[in-house]
């Protein structure tokens, strides 16, 4: 085989190979705020920065309230409403009523243009 039909197999599979990575990219959370384990006032918004753009059809959060003193049934779920932010990159879910003291997490879903659903949580708690 001639060194130029060499190089042009080669080139192939490396293009081959960078696309399969391309596509097997999966959305990772980068950043929340609050923070994984702030402790503070309670938030007007929780946001989820991503590391991909969001398909915000497939997508979606929910928040619990893991704890609170007196509190006998946990965890209990949080009305709040979830939507796309203004960067397709991020994730705001905004409690209906202020949060009250105590713990709190967000099970997150995300799905990116790989369509592949990603999940996770994040934990907070309001002083």
Not at 29 to 57: H, V, W, Y
Request: glycine share 10%.
């Amino acid at each position: 085989m001639s060194y130029l039909k060499h190089l042009v197999i080669a080139a192939t599979f490396g293009a081959g190979l960078l696309l399969t990575g391309v596509a097997q990219a999966h959305p990772k959370l980068l950043a929340s705020t609050p923070a994984e384990g702030a402790k503070g006032a309670a938030p007007a918004k929780i946001e989820l920065q991503f590391s991909e753009p969001l398909t915000t059809k497939f997508s979606g959060a929910r928040l619990l309230m893991t704890g609170m003193p007196g509190m006998s049934h946990a965890p209990m779920p949080v009305k709040a409403s979830v939507a796309g932010g203004s960067d397709p990159k991020s994730m705001i879910i905004n409690p209906v009523a202020p949060l009250s003291k105590g713990s709190y997490k967000v099970e997150w879903r995300a799905v990116s243009a790989d369509t592949h659903p990603i999940t996770g949580n994040l934990t907070f708690e309001v002083n």
